[in-house]
């Protein structure tokens, strides 16, 4: 069975601070990507990546960036957290053209 | 670009039929999916269609693409509470070394007794 796990279910940081997203993933999937779910918009891939080290910009990437130095690991990163960060973060990884594999979600709130 | 549109609500009764449907703009799509979400939780995949079908069945699910019309539909035969949930459809795009995959608004299913 894949599993792709996230490092907190719930969070809630101040404006301004530095937010580090974590997943991890067992599959040895080349593939990682890094999306946020907003009610009435449905999901947006903020960042993905195919490789280690490698990454490209989603349709939203504006205040987030990733660190992927292993290739079961894939970092997002909030250098300055706002409240129009205020979401869910959902994790996925792929192997296939497919399916991607989604994680449980991280509930982040910035007051 | 890719756009993906979705009705936000649908209420259907216990044994009933849900249809619920999606609208595509990327012609180029390889693959259309339809994930399940249920509360508190990741998406899962339900089923997928390739480009170059026009119907898919799978148990109570049947998928039906348009691909004139860039349309995909989600038949769900007998709906159950079970079947509550948020649908989403998704098409890809091949690119890089990976699938990038664009989401619909997500559809909430509400079974009723």
């Known amino acids: 069975d894949v599993k792709v796990t996230q490092s907190s279910r719930y969070l809630v940081k101040r404006t301004g601070e530095k937010v580090f997203l974590e997943c991890v993933q067992d599959?040895?999937?080349?593939?990682m990507f890094w999306y946020r779910q907003d009610p009435g918009l449905g999901l947006r891939l903020i960042y993905f990546?195919?490789?280690?080290?490698?990454?490209e910009k989603g349709d939203i990437p504006e205040g987030y960036s990733v660190s992927r130095e292993k290739k079961e690991r894939f970092s997002l990163i909030l250098e300055s957290a706002s409240t129009n960060q205020t979401s869910m973060y959902l994790c996925?990884?792929?192997?296939?053209?497919?399916?991607?594999?989604f994680g449980p979600g991280t509930r982040l709130t910035v007051t | 670009g890719e756009d993906v549109e979705q009705s936000l609500f649908l209420s259907v009764r216990e044994g009933d039929s849900s249809v619920i449907n999606c609208t595509y703009t990327?012609?180029?799509?390889?693959?259309l999916y339809w994930y399940k979400q249920e509360p508190g939780a990741g998406l899962q995949l339900l089923t997928y269609i390739f480009s170059n079908m026009d119907m898919k069945q799978d148990q109570r699910l049947t998928v039906l693409l348009n691909k004139k019309d860039k349309h995909l539909s989600l038949r769900i035969a007998d709906t159950q509470t079970g079947d509550s949930a948020i649908y989403f459809c998704?098409?890809?795009?091949?690119?890089?070394?990976?699938?990038?995959?664009?989401f619909g608004t997500g559809t909430q299913l509400k079974v009723e007794l």
């Open positions: 998704a098409e890809s795009l091949i690119t890089g070394g990976g699938n990038k995959l664009t």
């Open positions: 996925a990884s792929s192997l296939s053209p497919v399916e991607q594999y």
């Open positions: 990327d012609s180029s799509s390889t693959y």
């Open positions: 990546s195919y490789d280690v080290k490698m990454k």
């Open positions: 599959m040895d999937h080349e593939n």
